[in-house]
């Protein structure tokens, strides 16, 4: 099986440092470990396609769902994000799961890990 095509950095969120002279605690830069994946976008309500309607508050619309390429370590979990190529940040939503070909063999054929676009919003 061929890799996947886009190229992804996973961002692993490392523990906070403590600084000696103050006692507090400070965020380390996460660990960047280079991936290979592929972003789909799933429509999840029939009436997206239609234009000009109207959407309750807290109606979702779409969702992103990121196919990774299995044998990579860490394992991503739902602590940590990703990076694109143009640096758009996807966090992790749940817990990614690994997917196997639905006969054959019993090894990872994908990754598949729900995200969402974090890079335009304060967390």
Same mark, same amino acid.
């Given at each position: ?11 692993v969120e ?18 960047e470990?280079p991936?290979?994946?592929?972003l789909? !976008? @799933?429509?999840?309500?029939?009436? =997206?396609?239609?234009?000009?309607t109207?959407?309750t508050a807290?109606?979702? $619309? +779409?969702?992103?769902?990121l196919l990774l390429?299995p044998?990579?370590?860490p394992?991503p ?9 143009d ?10 799961? !690994? @997917?196997?070909?639905?006969?054959g =063999? ?9 995200v969402?676009? $974090? +890079?335009?919003m304060?967390e």
């Amino acid at each position: 099986m061929k890799p996947l095509p886009e190229a992804w950095t996973l961002l692993v969120e490392n523990e906070t440092v403590q600084d000696p002279s103050t006692g507090n605690l400070f965020p380390s830069p996460p660990t960047e470990v280079p991936w290979t994946g592929l972003l789909q !976008q @799933r429509q999840l309500s029939p009436a =997206s396609a239609v234009g000009n309607t109207e959407f309750t508050a807290g109606h979702v $619309v +779409s969702s992103y769902v990121l196919l990774l390429d299995p044998g990579i370590e860490p394992l991503p979990t739902s602590k940590d994000a990703f990076r694109d190529a143009d640096g758009a940040i996807y966090r992790i939503q749940g817990r990614p799961r !690994q @997917r196997r070909m639905a006969s054959g =063999s019993r090894r990872p054929a994908y990754i598949a890990a729900n995200v969402r676009m $974090v +890079s335009d919003m304060k967390e």
